[in-house]
């Protein structure tokens, strides 16, 4: 079962571009993929799961051996204990793991979750985006999981990269890609990303008006502080 997670609250949806530029204001590195495939924005606290590449599998499997059905069936559980709101985070160190499927992704929708987010790959990819639930991944491959794949854990921290994610950090995916907050500091950023954004917005009217990136920048600032 998922560790427990703060009361549910409705999170703004909010840029990672503008999150990102509070991080590294404050020396936070927390972008975990970028130029990921997928679709929709999210925000959410995360729960998190860590898969590995068998190295002793079946290239060819024909069937679920013991150690396999006790991996799914405790992934599985951890799933169907998902809060709402709460951003799936899958990690598998960037290797060629097919993590989520049809399925999968049909149980989190029904659950509300606000998104999925893994580095490595998913299957039924057109079956996913049909149902239209917030996605970020890097690749598409339509060999299954099982037997192929080891559940190293549940509801433990899991890493991309250099970037730590622990349940409850603040995941924020969109086009640009998918971004960590840590849970301790994740108002305050959001509320600093909704700033620098709604700064931004008007930065762009200014200088769609007066055709000029400078002289917008330099009416904004005065007007509204600095966008970023």
């Known amino acids: 079962m998922p560790p427990e997670l703060d009361a549910p609250m409705h999170w703004p949806v909010v840029g990672t571009?503008?999150?990102?530029?509070?991080l590294e204001q404050e020396g936070i590195e927390g972008v975990i993929?970028?130029?990921?495939?997928?679709r929709g924005r999210f925000v959410g606290p995360a729960l998190t799961?860590?898969?590995?590449?068998?190295?002793?599998?079946?290239?060819?499997?024909?069937?679920?051996g013991p150690a396999r059905q006790v991996d799914i069936a405790e992934m599985w559980n951890y799933l169907d204990s998902a809060p709402r709101g709460s951003v799936l985070v899958i990690s598998t160190n960037a290797q060629p793991v097919t993590t989520v499927g049809g399925v999968t992704a049909a149980?989190?929708?029904?659950?509300?979750?606000?998104?999925?987010v893994t580095d490595g790959g998913i299957r039924d990819t057109d079956e996913i985006y049909e149902y239209a639930?917030?996605?970020?991944?890097?690749?598409?491959d339509p060999r299954a999981m099982r037997d192929r794949t080891r559940l190293r854990s549940c509801g433990q921290p899991v890493r991309f990269g250099e970037v730590r994610v622990a349940v409850g950090d603040l995941v924020v995916g969109d086009g640009d890609g998918v971004v960590?907050?840590?849970?301790?500091?994740?108002?305050?950023?959001?509320?600093?990303?909704?700033?620098?954004?709604?700064?931004?917005?008007?930065w762009a009217q200014s200088?769609?008006?007066?055709?000029?990136i400078a002289a917008s920048f330099d009416e904004v600032s005065r007007v509204h502080g600095r966008p970023h």
């Open 180 to 202: 960590c907050v840590p849970r301790d500091v994740a108002a305050g950023v959001i509320e600093r990303a909704l700033v620098i954004e709604g700064r931004e917005r008007v």
């Open 107 to 116: 149980t989190a929708l029904g659950r509300g979750i606000a998104g999925i």
């Open 133 to 140: 639930i917030p996605i970020r991944h890097l690749t598409s």
């Open 17 to 22: 571009a503008s999150v990102v530029d509070v």
């Open 49 to 64: 799961v860590e898969l590995a590449v068998d190295e002793a599998a079946d290239p060819f499997p024909r069937g679920e």
């Open 33 to 38: 993929l970028a130029g990921a495939r997928g």
């Open 207 to 212: 200088a769609r008006s007066l055709r000029s």
